[in-house]
């Protein structure tokens, strides 16, 4: 490894990339053995970096050159891949990326779960690796006295404009610009500052139904005074025949949640429907339905195939949301119990499965932890409880309730392969890990989904 300089920040060395992190960046070595993280590269390639930045054990840089080419590296499809943070693999050809995927989650399993030889299978790719995302939460920022709309740049909230972008479904894309033109066809719309706490248009919220072509979009908005908003809705819904509604959340608080509490119709209806393959899904604005509803349908049926459903089964879906697990499993169970804290999302639950005319189905509004202590209690021990926790993934309570009551079999479903590798290292004395299998539901990202077996050990 040669130096050109020292090792103080702003200062350059010639870096062997060897290994890539959950977070997108490649891993390198400095002189005096410091790890370094630097973005937009790949293992096996050799980068003059310069230090931006120097912590006690490890370092961040920036590749100023590019000194070898892996055969893996392709040239980025969107013109602003360089400065938007909105995705970080767009120069790895597909393939790797998915190789790469599994050396993470390999990594997490080892590292953080002491597994010491995971069987993991091959991940499961998309057929298409772009235009999936249905659903898009999109920052506003005033630049140049116009109102423009973009994903932040890496590490900062400064706003990257954009006219398209490869990862959000085409629809996403088309109704960001009509809706960025028009608000700028009318004076006197400010636009929210984080400086200064002041300004109206906070974010750009869209949802849109792959299957059925519908779209739902929301407004996030400091308060309500926006006496244009009525006006620009008609005109949306009148321009974007996909466009079924319009609404608007009321966010005032200085804080880095998207959504606040209060969201109110303005024009159109308040929904959208889609399909996970035969199931038919209600879907609001603030309730959680996976990003690639193409490649959930492969992901749901990984669970179908674990869960070994049978009439004698009582099973739990423990961070159900709209219910799209719980209910798009085969019906042969003698109990589906789904349990979500967000109220909103269990109501929908219920209209789903009325929906989908299915039975054996019940839906709790309550807090995992709480509720599944309750169900045991109650003479409803669950045989299997399905898992599929925010990237927070599960709190030592719930781990510890499992575990004492003796639940024979999970279904973890994880987002993030760090917090679901700490606790399967919680779990795995008790339970054996049958199967690991990885599906790719984020191509040109680094993050993956997983979905881990487990029985009791006897």
Known sequence: MDIIKNKKENEKQIIDIDNITYGGDGIGQLSTGKVIFVPKTIPGEKHLV??????????????????????SRIEAKCEIFDSCGGCQWQHIDYEKQKSLKEEILKDSLQRIGKITKPKIESII??????????????????????IIAGFYKKGTHQVVDNHTCYIQHQLINRIKRKVVKLLNSYDGIT????????GLLRHLHIRVGVCTNQALLTLITTDDKFPQLKEISLKLLDE???LKGVLRNINNKKTNVLLGKKTKLISGQDHIYDYIGKRKYKITSDTFFQINTMQTKKLYDIVNNYADIDKNKVIVDAFSGIGSIALYLNQDYKKMYGIESNKNAIKDSINNMKLNKLKNCEFINGDVTDEVPKLINNNEKPDLIIFDPPRSGLNQTI????????IKDIIYVSCNPTTLARDLKSLKEFYDILKIQPVDMFPQTYHLETVVKLRRKL
Request: aromatic share 12%.
């Open 191 to 198: 636009v929210y500052n984080e400086k200064t706490n002041n």
């Open 399 to 406: 781990i510890n309730s499992i575990i004492n009551n003796e």
């Open 240 to 242: 974007i025949k996909e």
């Open 50 to 71: 310069e230090i931006k930045k120097q912590k006690k054990s490890y370092a961040y840089g920036e590749s100023l050159k590019l000194l070898n080419k892996v055969n």
């Open 125 to 146: 790719g998309v057929d298409y690796p772009w235009f999936y995302r249905n659903k898009s939460t999109i920052p506003f920022e005033l630049k140049d006295e116009k």
